[in-house]
């Protein structure tokens, strides 16, 4: 995927997309955020029509908010960090609880410029949570390249474009 460019708002994956394939079939879509500090959820509202299906959106940047906020089980935190496919699982699947929506969206990460928790600049996990999917949740970890803000725009691009993929694998 070539997350060089921005997305435009109306391709496959893009924000209006999402959002008009969600209204149009009453499903409801809530954030949260860690790698991306909100900018996703800023991007997916940015639509008309955005209001009938996005709840809301959570900045968990510190660990202490993906725990107290999200309630991440802080066990897995302490054992596997916050970079981490099972702690990006959580975090989609607790904000949908949390917001009441038929989707949940979350994003971890390293934007950089250095390593965080031996991981390094550019890793990004995204977690997607539906009841249809397998266990409810599926995740995705990539790498991506560039400054700081290269990589948080990046991992929206990934991050919308899972979400859209999901959305047309389940027919919805």
């Given at each position: 995927m070539d997350t060089s460019t921005p997305l435009s708002a109306d391709a496959p994956g893009g924000p209006k997309?999402?959002?008009?394939?969600?209204r149009k079939r009453s499903m409801t879509l809530a954030c949260a955020e860690s790698v991306t500090g909100g900018l996703l959820t800023g991007?997916?509202?940015d639509p008309a029509g955005a209001s009938d299906v996005v709840a809301g959106g959570v900045c968990t940047y510190a660990t202490r908010a993906k725990i107290g906020v999200l309630g991440v089980d802080s066990q897995v935190?302490?054992?596997?960090?916050t970079v981490?496919?099972?702690?990006?699982?959580d975090m989609a699947v607790r904000v949908r609880e949390l917001?009441?929506?038929s989707w949940g969206i979350s994003t971890t990460g390293v934007a950089g410029p250095g390593e965080h928790e031996g991981?390094?600049?550019g890793t990004v996990i995204v977690g997607i949570a539906h009841e249809e999917l397998s266990g409810?949740?599926?995740t995705e970890r990539v790498q991506l390249s560039g400054s700081r803000t290269e990589i948080r725009k990046a991992a929206i691009h990934v991050a919308m474009e899972n979400l859209w993929e999901q959305i047309q694998a389940l027919g919805c």
């Open positions: 997309r999402i959002i008009d394939q969600m991007a997916l509202i935190i302490s054992r596997r960090g981490d496919e099972e702690v990006a699982r917001f009441e929506t991981h390094p600049a409810g949740c599926v």
